[in-house]
């Protein structure tokens, strides 16, 4: 049973930073993509950062490219998203996702495990 939990979200003023976590369990993470999204109110779930579990893969959303961090200890099975020089337009609930395979899609729909969210907001 494959299960991902995230934390470390909360509310923080403009050019703070937050570290989300997500713990995983249920699988091991020979070949996969862990990625984080994000969905605002009335907007569509987005991709903001990737990484591949069997190293040398990362990828990150334009909006977010050079102040948001991801990386991966998969000896602790979990995956982290240091969010830097934080901006109201980044507030948004923060899901961390998986999926099978190199990080060749931003697309949600190929990713077929998620987490329940945490939320971020930016004042």
């Known amino acids: 049973h494959v299960q991902l939990v995230e934390s470390g979200g909360g509310s923080v003023q403009a050019g703070g930073s937050l570290r989300l976590s997500c713990a995983f369990s249920g699988f091991t993470p020979s070949s996969h993509c862990m990625g984080w999204f994000r969905q605002a109110p009335g907007k569509e779930r987005e991709h903001v950062a990737r990484?591949?579990?069997?190293?040398?893969?990362?990828y990150y959303a334009d909006s977010v490219k050079g102040r948001f961090t991801i990386s991966l200890d998969n000896a602790a099975h979990m995956w982290f998203l240091q969010m830097n020089s934080l901006k109201p337009e980044d507030t948004a609930m923060y899901y961390c996702a998986a999926g099978t395979g190199y990080c060749y899609s931003s697309v949600p729909g190929a990713y077929n495990h998620w987490g329940q969210g945490t939320q971020v907001t930016v004042s």
């Open positions: 990484i591949y579990s069997g190293g040398g893969g990362t």
